[in-house]
C-alpha cells in the first residue's frame, strides 16, 4: 500500500521566538510529514527562520487573520493531492509526536480528529481558567447544536481526511475560525472525533486573544455558530 501523503499547516503571525522550534520539532519525527508554514504578514522574521529549519513557505500579501492562514494551508493541500493535513499552531504549544494519534483516528473511518485537553484528563498546559470556561460553554452550545460532544473545539491541533481538505478549501470560517468548522462540518456530514492530547504553553509572542477580550471573544463566536448552524439548515431546505 502506497504511504500516505501527510501535509503539516503551520499558521504563522509573528512568531520569530517558536518557529525553528515547531518546524525541528516535525522534521524529528522522520515520519516523511510535508510542512508548510503560512506566513501571515509578519513582521519579524518568521517567514525566513522558517525558510531556514527546512520548511516551504507561503507568504500571503497581507495579515489574513488564523482563517485565512489556515484555508491557504487547505487549499495547498487540495492542489498538490495530499490525502492528510494536520493543523498545527506555530506558537509551541503543540507536540509534533502526538501527531500519530489524530491519524490513527482517519485510519478508524473519521473525517476529522480534533487534538483535544480535555476529553481526558491529559498533563501539561491547560490554559488560563477565563478560556476553559469559554470552552465548556462552546461544549454545551455544541451539544445542543449538533447533538455531539466536544471538549475542546477552539484547539487548532487537527488531522483532515482528503474529502474534509477538500470541503474546507473551499469553505473555512475567517476570524476565530475553529468552533464555527465544528458546526460547518458536522452539519455538512462529516465524522468527528477528538483524542487526548498533551499541549504545553505558548512557547514565545503573544497569543490574539487576550484576557480582557475572552468575553468579546465568547459572544463573537457563539453568533458566529449559531449563524453557521443557520446556514446549513437554510441550505438543507433549499435542496
Not at 513557505?57 to 495530499?82: C, E, H, M, S
Amino acid at each position: 500500500m502506497q504511504a500516505k501523503r501527510i501535509l503539516i499547516i503551520i499558521p504563522a503571525y509573528n512568531e520569530a521566538a517558536s518557529i525553528v522550534g515547531v518546524v525541528n520539532s516535525i522534521n524529528e519525527q522522520k515520519k516523511g510529514y510535508f510542512c508548510v508554514v503560512i506566513n501571515d504578514g509578519s513582521q519579524d522574521d518568521t517567514a525566513q527562520l522558517a525558510e531556514n529549519a527546512g520548511a516551504k513557505v507561503l507568504d500571503l500579501p497581507a495579515n489574513l487573520g488564523i482563517g485565512g492562514a489556515v484555508q491557504t494551508g487547505f487549499k495547498y493541500a487540495k492542489r498538490f493531492n495530499f490525502d492528510v493535513a494536520i493543523q498545527f499552531d506555530g506558537d509551541g504549544q503543540h507536540m509534533a509526536s502526538e501527531i500519530p494519534k489524530l491519524i490513527h483516528k482517519l485510519d478508524d473511518g473519521y473525517d476529522i480528529c480534533i487534538g483535544s485537553r480535555f476529553v481526558e484528563q491529559t498533563q501539561g498546559f491547560q490554559s488560563t481558567r477565563i478560556r476553559r470556561l469559554g470552552i465548556y460553554f462552546f461544549e454545551t452550545l455544541n451539544r445542543l447544536l449538533i447533538k455531539q460532544r466536544v471538549t475542546d473545539s477552539t484547539s487548532g491541533f487537527r488531522a483532515y481526511g482528503r474529502p474534509a481538505i477538500e470541503f474546507l478549501a473551499d469553505n473555512y470560517p475567517t476570524d476565530y475560525p475553529e468552533p464555527e468548522a465544528v458546526i460547518e462540518l458536522a452539519r455538512a456530514g462529516f465524522k468527528l472525533t477528538e483524542v487526548a492530547t498533551e499541549m504545553k504553553a505558548r512557547q514565545g509572542g503573544e497569543s490574539s486573544i487576550s484576557s480582557w477580550k475572552s468575553i468579546y471573544y465568547m459572544v463573537k463566536v457563539s453568533i458566529s455558530m449559531l449563524m453557521a448552524y443557520w446556514r446549513s439548515r437554510k441550505n438543507d431546505e433549499s435542496k
